[in-house]
């Protein structure tokens, strides 16, 4: 996993990303979503759309099977539903 010296990204609907590590599969994330939740380090997988939606990051359209990044935490984190895109992920952080 590669440590990342604090990738901070601005999320839809107010939401605050920080990507802290990365590795092609796992994600490790601080998530703020003022008044919601807040995690300051929560592991994130990659896989497959179960559902089509909607990235955290880019608001672009993400359809089902698309690859994406998801929480992996049990029990189910209030943000569960959140996925980050895989592909504008990885144009970002290689950019």
């Known amino acids: 996993m590669q440590t990342i010296a604090s990738l901070p990204l601005s999320g839809t609907d107010g939401v605050h990303i ?15 979503e003022p008044g919601r939740c807040h995690y300051g ?7 497959s ?17 698309d690859a994406v990044f998801k929480p ?11 996925m ?3 592909e504008i992920l990885g144009n970002l952080l290689d950019a």
């Open 18 to 32: 920080e990507i802290l590590e990365r590795s092609d599969t796992t994600l490790v994330i601080r998530w703020v």
């Open 41 to 47: 380090e929560q592991r994130w997988r990659r896989r």
């Open 49 to 65: 759309a179960h559902t089509s939606g909607t990235c955290a990051l880019s608001r672009s359209k993400i359809r089902r099977g």
């Open 72 to 82: 992996a935490e049990r029990p189910a984190p209030s943000n569960a539903a959140a």
């Open 84 to 86: 980050i895109s895989a």
